[in-house]
């Protein structure tokens, strides 16, 4: 959660907004957790989504900074946020964001912005949009509401952030350091979609699937490119479910947290 609170102020600070003390974040949550304690699920896959959000209460409407906000947090039980693998349509006319934009910020501009491709995607029977970047179609970025890995021989590559156009994922950031202790390469660079389509065509294109707070892991079982289509038998992944299952154990008290990540309420 420290992780997310971090990341909460850059955006804010990018927004133009006021950053958030530690203590109203951080004890707010905690204190709101232990009232609603009663809501979080017991079943498998199941969790109390935290949503800590901010925004403006002046009492006029223009084109400037407010002087005023509100910060809240939120609490949901909610399941699976994709119950089944997905099918990928990746984008080539639409864009998320370019470079100096927002893109890295937990905006909900950003989400907007994504609102009408993914629409378009799900006309054509696809779940959501694998972004390139704005300037050629080229290179992947994330995928809808999730940061997303390719393992393409022994070695796990996922976008890198230097352009400020991907949200720097949390869950992105414990799946590399999982991945690595696995025995895994990886690679936090550009990535084209040309790359990715010769490396399916070579059969070294393994999985495929992407990360987030509330997807955790979700696997991609089809990824389109134009008129070419890469599909996967998820059932035969290994990697996906034991990154999944290791993350999963650290969450329920199974396995050691050896990097901090847990915050005990």
């Not at 995928?143 to 156009?165: H, K, R, S, Y």
């Not at 990154?243 to 050896?258: F, L, Q, T, W």
């Amino acid at each position: 959660p420290y992780d997310n609170y971090k990341r909460f102020n850059q955006s804010a600070i990018r927004m133009q907004m006021p950053e958030v003390p530690e203590d109203i974040f951080m004890e707010g949550m905690k204190l709101l957790i232990d009232m609603d304690k009663n809501w979080v699920p017991s079943q498998p896959d199941h969790s109390l989504y935290i949503r800590p959000f901010m925004f403006s209460t002046d009492e006029m409407i223009g084109v400037k900074p407010s002087e005023k906000y509100k910060f809240m947090i939120i609490l949901s039980p909610t399941g699976p946020y994709y119950s089944a693998p997905m099918r990928i349509y990746v984008e080539e006319q639409y864009v998320r964001a370019v470079p100096g934009g927002v893109g890295y910020a937990k905006a909900a501009g950003n989400y907007g912005a994504a609102m009408y491709a993914t629409a378009e995607a799900k006309k054509k029977g696809y779940d959501q949009v694998l972004w390139t970047d704005a300037y050629e179609h080229k290179y992947v970025q994330e995928c809808g509401t999730m940061n997303v890995f390719f393992i393409i021989g022994n070695t796990a590559i996922t976008p890198d952030l230097d352009q400020g156009t991907i949200l720097a994922g949390v869950t992105r950031d414990s799946v590399i350091t999982v991945l690595k202790e696995m025995g895994f390469k990886v690679e936090e660079r550009p990535l084209s979609i040309d790359d990715v389509i010769d490396a399916h065509k070579a059969g070294l294109l393994y999985e495929v699937f992407g990360t987030g707070t509330a997807a955790t892991i979700s696997s991609i079982k089809e990824l389109r490119y134009k008129d070419y289509v890469m599909e996967f038998d998820v059932t035969k992944w290994k990697t996906a479910p034991e990154v999944k299952n290791r993350m999963n154990d650290i969450r329920y008290g199974k396995a050691a947290d050896n990097n901090g990540w847990m915050v005990k309420i």
